[in-house]
């Protein structure tokens, strides 16, 4: 019984498969913070937490920040819905980024997701902002 041969261009390509480079990988975003928030420190009073996320103190369960393509930045902030305004989660899109000296140039409100503290009865404010 003989084997089938293989295609002349079958070899061809697995001989060349091994000396092929691969595309460099994308760099991963940047992430610039760690919790409890972007620069290391807490805020102490209610006044600092809303100037900084929008909510009052208390509210807040975690900030992020990840540096994206173009001098945007993207921060997020996990929060306590119950314990959050329609005004405050309304506000906190332009405070958040605001308070680094950025521009808003979208948000959203979205469940935890990966990456996030597993909280029951938190959501998360993404802000995109422009450096």
Known sequence: MTRPALPLGLLAALALAGCV???????????????????GDVPATDAASRARTGF??????????IRQPGGQ????????????????????????????GETLLSSQVRDPGPGDRDL?????????CQA
């Open 73 to 100: 930045v993207l921060r997020s902030v996990q929060f306590d819905l119950a314990q959050a305004s329609l005004a405050d989660i309304g506000a906190a899109p332009e405070r958040i980024c605001g308070f680094h």
């Open 56 to 65: 009052p103190l208390g509210v807040v369960w975690a900030e992020t920040a």
């Open 120 to 128: 029951p009865g938190t959501v998360v404010i993404e802000a995109l």
């Open 21 to 39: 480079t691969p595309p460099p990988r994308p760099t991963a975003p940047e992430r610039i913070d760690a919790l409890p928030s972007p620069d």
